[in-house]
């Protein structure tokens, strides 16, 4: 088995910046890519970024120039620095991975438990 457990949402005002971690163990091969998503009230699970295992990025138009996606494999983590946070970034954030948990299985994705931000105006 394979848990994510994420850490570092809460409160912050507009303009502010939030850093969210994300840690992967239990039964690990290798990693392939990690993401983010986020779900706001009432909307669909979206894409926010992810990042390869070589470190290529990509993210929604919406956060590019204030999200940072990062990760350290060594720690098998992954991290999401927000900054210039607006109100619309309020929603619960999972991350993401997709975990060979041998040699002889093939990659399969897992999620986090989420955790919640809340940007103020």
């Known amino acids: 088995q394979v848990q994510l457990v994420e850490s570092g949402g809460g409160l912050v005002q507009a303009g502010g910046s939030l850093r969210l971690s994300c840690v992967a163990s239990g039964s690990i091969f290798s990693i392939n890519d990690m993401g983010w998503f986020r779900q706001a009230p009432g909307k669909q699970r979206e894409l926010v970024t992810v990042?390869?295992?070589?470190?290529?990025?990509n993210y929604a138009d919406s956060v590019k120039g204030r999200f940072t996606i990062s990760r350290d494999n060594t720690k098998k983590t992954v991290y999401l620095q927000m900054n210039s946070l607006k109100p619309e970034d309020t929603a619960v954030y999972y991350c993401?991975?997709?975990?060979?948990?041998?040699?002889?299985?093939?990659?399969?994705?897992?999620w986090g438990q989420g955790t919640q931000v809340t940007v103020s105006s």
């Open positions: 990042i390869t295992s070589g470190g290529s990025t």
């Open positions: 993401n991975a997709d975990v060979r948990s041998s040699y002889y299985t093939s990659y399969r994705r897992y």
